[in-house]
């Protein structure tokens, strides 16, 4: 599976980013989407999750300003980012899980989202 990240950039505190994930390959061992971020000097953080029937999962600090969708007949998946705050800056991943390992094995290269005036 290979998986194809778009949409960062630099965008202002208060401002809107949207990202998007196309996923091709092996489709049919995908099942959960999401998007991680690794801000620097920190750790990879979960984001938000998707599943197939479109149940999401959002960390607690993006509760109310990002929402994740998905598009299962397109293979994808994206972050609307709203309210967006200079500690939203970060290198976003998204992420597929494999339905037989039972993890996220797939990752896309990485976008880089900087909120700053």
């Known amino acids: 599976v290979q998986l194809q990240a778009s949409g960062g950039g630099l965008v202002q505190p208060g401002g809107s980013l949207r990202l998007s994930c196309a996923a091709s390959?092996?489709?049919?061992?995908?099942?959960?989407m999401g998007w991680y971020r690794q801000a620097p000097g920190k750790q990879r953080d979960l984001v938000a999750t998707i599943t197939n029937s479109f149940s999401t999962n959002y960390a607690d600090s993006v509760k109310g300003r990002f929402t994740i969708s998905r598009d299962n007949a397109k293979n994808t998946v994206c972050l609307q980012m709203n309210s967006l705050k200079p500690d939203d800056t970060a290198v976003y991943y998204c992420?597929?899980?494999?339905?037989?390992?039972?993890?996220?094995?797939?990752w896309g290269q990485g976008t880089q989202v900087t909120v700053s005036s």
């Open positions: 992420a597929a899980y494999n339905r037989f390992s039972r993890r996220y094995d797939y």
């Open positions: 390959g092996s489709i049919f061992s995908i099942n959960d």
